[in-house]
């Protein structure tokens, strides 16, 4: 099994940048790839942006492309979400998820194991 942690959510005013963390324990050797979704109420949960551990490749949402950016830290087995020009449609929870897969990681169906989410809240 592998555990996720994501850490980071708040409240931001638009405009504002967030940094969001996942920590991943357990057997994480046998995960290829991190991504984060979100899901709006109401909404169904999409897919925000993907790491690969090794290679460090990474895959966004084509809507998010120039304000998301994810990162990885392999040494503390942990992903990050750097979030910036926010705006109140990007109020979500934000779910971090591992894949076993190395390629076609945006969808949901492509993941494993997930963490428990982290709110995001950005006011106007």
């Known amino acids: 099994q592998v555990q996720l942690v994501e850490s980071g959510g708040g409240l931001v005013q638009a405009g504002g940048s967030l940094r969001l963390s996942c920590a991943a324990s357990g057997r994480t050797s046998s995960t290829n790839a991190m991504g984060w979704f979100r899901q709006a109420p109401g909404k169904e949960r999409e897919f925000v942006a993907a790491?690969?551990?090794?290679?460090?490749?990474?895959y966004y949402a084509d809507s998010l492309k120039g304000r998301f950016t994810i990162s990885r830290d392999n040494s503390k087995m942990t992903v990050y979400l750097e979030m910036s020009s926010l705006i109140p449609e990007d109020t979500a929870v934000y779910y971090c998820?591992?894949?076993?897969?190395?390629?076609?990681?945006?969808?949901?169906?492509?993941?494993?194991?997930w963490g428990q989410g982290t709110q995001v809240t950005v006011s106007s």
């Open positions: 790491i690969i551990w090794s290679a460090g490749s990474t």
């Open positions: 998820a591992a894949s076993r897969r190395l390629w076609a990681i945006t969808s949901r169906d492509d993941y494993n194991y």
